[in-house]
């Protein structure tokens, strides 16, 4: 598939297609992997994934107390942050997690119940480039391997800048690219072959794995994802690079 000229573009892994077909594609990805999520990301990441969001919601550092403190997971699937973030802070953390998939939000509701948070993490389906909240709603907006998913990158940014209310914190967790030399053959290896193939085992078919991977490639580097953190408004953007650059947490402030 190949786009025309005149319509805005986006990467569907290695492919370029128009911005309207990418979230369609992307839909059909995580319709299929919703029941097995969880159970790839622990095979694929092994295990490293719950480090990772562990140390993403400790840099998020919700109030213990009952103060209000009001969390949009944006792109949240099937709620692995927002029960960190409910389970870190106090009474007065609260989570919406905003899923433009279905099958993701069914599995995340599922899963809210099972573990006693329902109450606390309240999901529902909603695109990160249209999101139905009023200005400056929120304390703090994250999304957490999402934002490479989201074909209006820009957009769903000035999103996130319009809910957070004055002082609220911006935070994305998301595969960046290795910066340890001779690490990257390794790794490339492993991506292109292994998790496709333990995809493929798991849940019956390689290709969304395939997509997930090149979706990874073809995300900006951390410096550049930064400036355009920056150009939707933000101040005080930062970044830190965990696991030899294979992961990125970026953070602003709406001031
Ligand atoms: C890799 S999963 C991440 C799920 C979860 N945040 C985690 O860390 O486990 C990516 C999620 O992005 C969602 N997504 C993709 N495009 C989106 C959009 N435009 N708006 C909201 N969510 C989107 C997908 O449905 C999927 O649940």
Same mark, same amino acid.
């Given at each position: 598939?190949t786009a025309d000229?005149?319509q805005?573009t986006?990467a ?5 297609v128009k911005?309207? +077909?990418?979230?369609?594609?992307v839909?059909e990805?995580f319709?299929?992997?919703?029941q ?6 622990? @095979?694929m990441?092994?295990?490293?994934h719950? @480090?990772?969001k562990?140390d993403?919601?400790? $840099? @998020?550092n919700?109030?213990?107390?009952a103060r209000?403190f009001r969390v949009?997971?944006?792109?949240? %699937?099937?709620?692995?942050?927002? #029960?960190?973030i409910?389970?870190?802070g106090?009474? %007065?953390?609260e !989570?919406?997690v905003?899923?433009?998939?279905? +099958? $993701?939000?069914a =599995?995340g509701?599922r899963r ?6 329902a109450?606390?993490c309240?999901?529902m389906?909603?695109?990160?480039e249209a999101?139905p909240?009023?200005?400056?709603s929120?304390?703090?907006y994250?999304i957490a #391997? ?6 209006d *990158?820009?957009?769903a ?11 609220g914190?911006?935070?994305?967790? =998301?595969?960046?690219h290795v910066d !340890?030399p001779g690490?990257e ?7 292109f ?7 493929k ?8 794995y395939?997509?997930l991977? +090149?979706?990874?490639r073809?995300?900006p580097?951390a410096?550049v #994802?930064?400036? $355009?953190?920056? =150009?939707a408004? #933000?101040?005080?953007?930062a970044y830190?690079?965990l ?8 953070s602003?402030w709406? *001031?």
């Amino acid at each position: 598939m190949t786009a025309d000229q005149t319509q805005p573009t986006a990467a569907i892994g290695f492919t370029t297609v128009k911005q309207a +077909e990418k979230q369609a594609l992307v839909n059909e990805v995580f319709a299929k992997v919703a029941q097995r999520y969880d159970q790839m990301n622990d @095979l694929m990441s092994a295990g490293l994934h719950r @480090l990772w969001k562990d140390d993403f919601v400790a $840099m @998020l550092n919700p109030p213990k107390s009952a103060r209000a403190f009001r969390v949009l997971d944006v792109a949240g %699937g099937t709620g692995d942050i927002a #029960f960190r973030i409910a389970r870190a802070g106090g009474k %007065g953390t609260e !989570v919406t997690v905003a899923d433009i998939s279905p +099958e $993701m939000v069914a =599995e995340g509701a599922r899963r809210a119940a099972g573990e006693g948070l329902a109450g606390r993490c309240r999901f529902m389906v909603a695109n990160a480039e249209a999101l139905p909240f009023p200005d400056g709603s929120f304390d703090a907006y994250t999304i957490a #391997f999402g934002i490479r998913n989201v074909p209006d *990158i820009p957009r769903a940014l000035g999103g996130a800048f319009r809910v957070l209310k004055t002082r609220g914190r911006f935070q994305c967790l =998301e595969f960046s690219h290795v910066d !340890v030399p001779g690490l990257e053959a390794i790794y490339d290896a492993y991506s292109f072959t292994v998790i496709p193939a333990v995809g493929k085992v798991v849940t019956g078919d390689g290709q969304p794995y395939r997509y997930l991977v +090149e979706s990874i490639r073809t995300f900006p580097p951390a410096p550049v #994802f930064a400036e $355009m953190i920056a =150009e939707a408004g #933000f101040s005080r953007v930062a970044y830190r690079l965990l696991t030899a650059g294979t992961v990125a947490i970026h953070s602003g402030w709406r *001031i």
